[in-house]
């Protein structure tokens, strides 16, 4: 549950740190303007990257047990992001990109006993690479998948997505083996992404920087290798399909540059992105159809992680040789992408008419709107006993909220909801998270957390779907909240272990959001909300009287 706790934080974290930064980008000017290279035709901040940093180094901090690998690996994260920021406002060139991330390599190569030592079956049985070549290839490794993924940040959604996917298997290979250090660094990493593609699926609005994709390059290759290289059943060169479609994309782009006598660091529009948009698709097209080739090159990690390194090998150069034969064949014969086809005539047809009738948001909105109050209410039947204080409370607060409504007090209306909410949800949580009724079976408690786990995806759906421009913002009491998510499950005086604070407050934060988005989409209608809490509340407080 603590990975979940993580995510949460990261997640929302990011989501609230978004808006403080890409104002920051416009006063400072750190904007991505248009080129002839680019996609893009309007000037877009680019400060997704110190938002995902924040995001994510946040809760690795709180959560992670420090040693020499994890303090080198926070240094290092911070020298890619300080100098992308720099790159960010004042463009660097390639010579004077490459020493920082030099600088950052050396780093965890030296102080964090990152390295490649053994290449598995491509070499003899015992070898070991003695430190004047494994140090090179280590150093050669990590900066080729830090700029991999900083090439391949082209197309709104395409970095973050594709790196969300290696980080995602990164957090399983790392919990299976049973790393939490680096299972809770990766999962905060997915959380910070999530809650940035928010923002970055197109259209977006605002791009993640230098300071972004060379992170994600920089963290994912320093997962691997440490995963890869210990005393693990996995694969040596489990890199080649986690990390899959930049390291292709990018040897594809730099060889066929050497080939034509240009510098390998050049640059182009001979990415694949680019060449998906010249065959005719769409932007959102292009980044699904390179989110499939990851997910093909992240699948074969997955079922392979405990295979011959041989058949990672020629896997990845299997996949890699269908991709650059299709699209060699796709050239040499003009090909385009034809939109008379029954998908795009009856089935893409159908999904347009469904988003213009709000059918997705629809569905979302209902879903958070009815979900929210009945998970709540569950909360008051997961608890062995609830104290008699807070039946009293609970009858308060429907005085309150009757007394509200009754007398109109319309501007006093969304603040009662918002106190009740705020006071009740976190003392319900810790009593079900502390002392679960006999009654209550385990599967219902897995059922619960699965549970929260679907209401964050409504809540992102419905922050992704709703057309509503005064929807949900955050506020001064929100920042407060991650204030008490920082702060209280670390106070030592407060002996915390006999239950999971973490998961408590991750809990409380779902609820806290939802109900915000729900108050946001609901453009004032607040009496939807009133009715099912003074029912929850009332049964809080019988529940409280009847023992």
Request: some cysteine; proline content about 4%.
């Amino acid at each position: 549950m603590y990975l979940f706790t993580v995510f949460i934080l990261s997640l929302f974290l990011t989501i609230a740190l978004v808006p403080v930064f890409k104002r920051l980008a416009f006063s400072m000017n750190i904007m991505d303007v248009p080129d002839e290279r680019k996609v893009h035709v309007v000037p877009m901040p680019k400060t997704g990257g110190i938002s995902i940093a924040v995001g994510a180094f946040v809760p690795m901090l709180i959560w992670v047990t420090k040693d020499a690998f994890v303090s080198s690996v926070l240094i290092g994260s911070i020298i890619i992001v300080v100098f992308g920021i720099w790159d960010d406002i004042r463009p660097l060139n390639a010579k004077q990109k490459i020493v920082p991330q030099i600088a950052a390599a050396l780093v965890v190569i030296f102080f964090g006993g990152v390295e490649i030592t053994c290449l598995g079956d491509l070499a003899p049985v015992g070898w070991i690479l003695p430190w004047f070549v494994s140090v090179p290839l280590t150093l050669v490794v990590i900066l080729g998948v830090t700029n991999a993924i900083n090439l391949a940040d082209g197309l709104d959604g395409l970095a973050g997505g594709i790196s969300m996917l290696s980080f995602i298997l990164i957090v399983f290979l790392a919990y299976q083996y049973g790393n939490t250090q680096i299972a809770i660094m990766a999962i905060a990493m997915v959380g910070g992404l999530a809650g940035f593609l928010r923002f970055n699926t197109h259209p977006a609005v605002l791009f993640m920087g230098d300071a972004g994709s060379q992170l994600l390059g920089f963290l994912s290759i320093v997962f691997v290798i440490v995963l890869t290289q210990t005393n693990t059943p996995y694969s040596r060169v489990l890199a080649l399909p986690l990390i899959g479609f930049p390291i292709l994309d990018t040897l594809t782009v730099m060889v066929e540059r050497i080939i034509k006598k240009r510098s390998p660091f050049s640059a182009d529009k001979n990415h694949f992105h680019h060449r998906l948009l010249r065959f005719g698709l769409f932007h959102t097209e292009a980044v699904l159809s390179i989110y499939i080739i990851q997910a093909c090159f992240i699948a074969m990690a997955l079922i392979f992680r405990f295979y011959s390194d041989w058949v990672h090998v020629l896997g990845f150069m299997a996949i890699s040789s269908m991709i650059l034969l299709s699209v060699f064949v796709a050239r040499k014969k003009n090909w385009m992408f034809r939109r008379d086809s029954s998908f795009d005539t009856v089935v893409k047809k159908r999904l347009k008419v469904l988003k213009e009738r709000n059918i997705f948001i629809r569905i979302s909105f209902g879903g958070l709107r009815y979900g929210f109050p009945l998970l709540l209410a569950f909360q008051i039947m997961i608890p062995g006993q609830i104290p008699l204080y807070l039946s009293i409370i609970a009858i308060c607060l429907i005085i309150l909220i009757c007394g509200s409504y009754f007398f109109n007090f319309i501007k006093f209306k969304e603040h009662v909801l918002r106190f009740a909410t705020y006071l009740i949800a976190p003392l319900l949580i810790y009593l079900a998270e502390s002392n679960p009724g006999s009654w209550i079976k385990s599967s219902w408690l897995e059922m619960n957390n699965i549970a929260f786990i679907v209401l964050v995806l409504l809540v992102i759906s419905t922050m992704n779907l709703t057309r509503r421009i005064q929807g949900f913002k955050i506020t001064s009491l929100d920042i407060l909240v991650f204030i008490v998510i920082l702060v209280f499950p670390n106070l030592p005086t407060l002996h915390l272990q006999d239950f999971n604070a973490g998961a408590t407050l991750a809990k409380a934060l779902v609820l806290f959001f939802s109900f915000d988005v729900l108050v946001g989409e609901l453009r004032g209608q607040s009496g939807f909300l009133a009715k099912p809490s003074v029912v929850i509340l009332a049964i809080l407080a019988a529940r409280g009287f009847i023992g």
